[in-house]
Nanobody
Framework: QVQLVESGGGLVQPGGSLRLSCAASGSIFSIYAMGWYRQAPGKQRELVAA???????NYADSVKGRFTISRDNAKNTVYLQMNSLKPEDTAVYYCKVVLTTTPGPALKEYWGQGTQVTVSS
């Protein structure tokens, strides 16, 4: 079994910053990719940013230049540094990890429980 523990959400004023963390633990053989998604009320869940084991990153256009994703492979942890936050960034943010639990190509996806980010004055 694999567990994801997220932290770092909260209430912040427009223009402020927050840093989200997601730590993976349990029966992990190898992590392929880690990423952050978000879901605002009444909207579909969308990709915010992702990073592969090789360090390649991908960002939603709406966060480019403001958010930075990084990972600590030794700690199986992914971070999302969010700067210049806007009210439209308000959402529940979810961590997703793609990994294998045994040697071989069988990839599995795991999701965190979500953490609320609210940007408001």
């Amino acid at each position: 079994q694999v567990q994801l523990v997220e932290s770092g959400g909260g209430l912040v004023q427009p223009g402020g910053s927050l840093r989200l963390s997601c730590a993976a633990s349990g029966s992990i053989f190898s992590i392929y990719a880690m990423g952050w998604y978000r879901q605002a009320p009444g909207k579909q869940r969308e990709l915010v940013a992702a990073v592969t084991s090789g360090g390649s990153t991908n960002y939603a256009d709406s966060v480019k230049g403001r958010f930075t994703i990084s990972r600590d492979n030794a700690k199986n942890t992914v971070y999302l540094q969010m700067n210049s936050l806007k009210p439209e960034d308000t959402a529940v943010y979810y961590c997703k990890v793609v990994l294998t639990t045994t040697p071989g190509p069988a990839l599995k996806e795991y999701w965190g429980q979500g953490t609320q980010v609210t940007v408001s004055s």
